[in-house]
């Protein structure tokens, strides 16, 4: 099994770019979910989809994000366009939720700055 | 809405001794998961321990004990035998409905 897969590791990038940050769940998973690590906020909720479907979109930040979930296998966070307080770990995890509370499976994570 | 309280932002532990990393929770669902996750300097967030709202007994996983009091909303996290390895931040979370909350986080330093 190869965990949750998060692609780039890093990314640096100007402010204004458009930013894309990739996400494979373990497969079979039905939740997939999105946080994002800061200092000052620590770990919040993103966005998290249930079949591919958004359930709770309530933290995602402003309308610069968005996030996709076209398939099974695969998700997109996309800041456009970025701002320096983006910067930030942002993770994408996945869980099979049989009981509505299973222990997430994280991903290395992306590191995103935003100069 | 639910809420995870961790108020110890750092903890400092001798190695071989114990330690308890506080955790309380808030939520007016009866059926809910609590969980620890540890995060090494290097990044990567690692399941520690599970407890759900209707077992009976405390959860365990080797050196980890998960120390859970429904009636306080308390779950807090026992470190026993620590070791230099265990110096990190400790997240505790709680899954309700499919969504987990995330404490703040405890960094835990393991003196030698």
């Known amino acids: 099994d190869a965990g949750v897969i998060q692609s780039p590791r890093h990314e640096v990038t100007e402010m204004g770019q458009e930013v894309t940050l990739r996400c494979k769940p373990i497969?079979?998973?039905?939740?997939l979910f999105w946080y994002r690590q800061t200092m000052m906020r620590g770990l919040e909720l993103l966005i998290y989809?249930?079949?591919?479907?958004?359930?709770?979109d309530s933290g995602m930040p402003e309308d610069r994000f968005s996030a996709k979930m076209p398939n099974a296998s695969f998700s997109t966070l996309k800041i456009q366009p970025s701002e320096p307080r983006d910067s930030a770990v942002y993770f994408c995890?996945?869980?099979?939720?049989?009981?509505?509370?299973?222990?997430?499976?994280f991903g290395s994570g992306t590191q995103l700055s935003v100069l | 809405a639910q809420k995870i309280t961790q108020t110890q932002p750092g903890m400092f532990v001798q190695e071989k001794e114990a330690v308890t990393l506080d955790c309380t929770y808030d939520?007016?669902?009866?059926?809910?998961?609590l969980f620890w996750y540890k995060q090494p300097s290097s990044g990567e967030m690692i399941f520690l321990i599970y407890?759900?709202?209707?077992?009976?007994q405390n959860a365990t996983e080797g050196r980890y004990s998960l120390n859970f009091q429904k009636a306080r909303k308390s779950a807090n996290l026992v470190i026993s035998a620590s070791q230099l390895g265990d110096s990190a931040m400790y997240f505790c979370?709680?899954?309700?409905?499919?969504?987990?909350?995330f404490g703040d986080g405890t960094t835990l330093t393991v003196k030698p």
């Open positions: 995890a996945s869980s099979p939720q049989d009981r509505g509370f299973e222990k997430l499976f």
């Open positions: 497969s079979g998973h039905d939740y």
């Open positions: 989809f249930n079949n591919n479907v958004p359930i709770d």
């Open positions: 939520t007016s669902d009866p059926s809910y998961g």
């Open positions: 407890q759900g709202s209707y077992d009976q």
């Open positions: 979370a709680m899954a309700v409905a499919g969504k987990s909350t």
